[in-house]
């Protein structure tokens, strides 16, 4: 019973949250364009810097395992 009123309560309460408007902009200032560029072109510069840094230390990681092979074979 008292789960089905928190489930109740939850749902209404989310219904009020999802259709509440958001506040106003203030009309005399201006949104700077370059700020947004500057983050959008960061969060999707990171992943690309991940797979840099990742195909760096695998490389090294490989020329590693065939020096250690080419020692073994005597080749």
């Known amino acids: 019973m008292i ?11 989310s219904g009020i949250v999802a259709c509440s408007k958001p506040g106003k902009p203030d009309p005399d200032r201006r949104p700077d364009p370059q700020a947004h560029a500057t983050q959008l072109r960061d969060v999707i510069q990171q992943p690309i810097d991940r797979a840099k840094a990742t195909d760096a230390a695998v490389q090294a990681a490989a020329d590693a395992q065939r020096a250690q092979i080419e020692v073994q074979t005597g080749g």
């Open 3 to 13: 789960l089905l009123r928190m489930c109740t309560v939850s749902l209404l309460l």
